[in-house]
């Protein structure tokens, strides 16, 4: 099965709420964490990253959480734009040096103006 | 900097056919990875090639699927015979390979649909 899935597969939030979707893993041995979004007809984009020797990091308008004890990860987007709206995938990182990156199935973000 | 460029956007066949998507990674990036994603799921490693040498295929289905990547730079993703199954979008994506978990970068894949 799967080693890293989401607990909310969507999530709708009104323009300039503050978002959170959450991801749990199950691979205590992941060392890398991503953040992916991906909009209709579209490729996975990059939004933000965090290694295992990190508990925060923050981008521009994100936050990524990393909670190691309990295997769990956090996207945080502030200010939540209609453009936001996409499938948010968090990915792991089980291949060590050999960078085998897993998905989980992903959480639909829906922005209301 | 270019991304990653991915061809046909879509392609439709029936079943028992066989179909081939092209990739180019971006400039520079030794390694390279062939994604499928059924609709409502998320990505699925099939193969991760780095240069022209394949790194793991564990789960490309090799009695029907088979990829290449000659030179080192552009790739080939070929299903045959196609099923009903492989319905998916196919992506490609390319990461550097001398940054230790450096995010890999999509293409916009191929929407393949099998009839």
């Known amino acids: 099965g799967e080693s890293v899935g989401l607990h909310l597969p969507t999530l709708s939030v009104q323009e300039g709420d503050n978002s959170i979707i959450n991801c749990a893993y199950s691979?205590?041995?992941?060392?890398?964490f991503i953040w992916y979004k991906q909009e209709s007809g579209k490729g996975p984009q990059f939004i933000i990253d965090?290694?295992?020797?990190?508990d925060k990091r923050q981008g521009q308008r994100v936050t990524v959480l990393l909670n190691k004890t309990v295997k769990h990860l956090s996207l945080q987007i502030a200010a939540t734009q209609p453009g936001d709206s996409a499938v948010y995938f968090c990915?792991?990182?089980?291949?060590?040096?050999?960078?085998?990156?897993?998905f989980g199935k992903g959480t639909l973000l829906t922005v209301n103006p | 900097e270019a991304g990653v460029a991915q061809s046909p956007r879509y392609k439709i066949i029936e079943k028992r056919q066989s179909v081939a998507f092209w990739c180019n990674p971006i400039s520079g990036h030794a390694t390279l990875y062939w994604y499928q994603q059924i609709l409502g799921q998320g990505p699925k490693l099939l193969i991760q090639f780095q240069n022209n040498g394949v790194v793991d295929d564990s789960q490309l289905p090799k009695d029907r699927f088979s990829a290449e990547r000659l030179k080192g730079v552009d790739s080939t993703l070929k299903i045959q015979p196609a099923k009903l199954e492989d319905s998916a979008v196919y992506l490609c994506?390319?990461?550097?390979?001398?940054?230790?978990?450096?995010?890999?970068?999509f293409g916009n894949g191929t929407r393949l649909t099998v009839t």
């Open positions: 691979n205590s041995a992941s060392d890398y």
């Open positions: 990915a792991e990182n089980s291949g060590g040096s050999n960078y085998k990156l897993t």
């Open positions: 965090i290694r295992s020797n990190m």
């Open positions: 994506a390319s990461s550097l390979l001398d940054r230790h978990n450096s995010p890999l970068h």
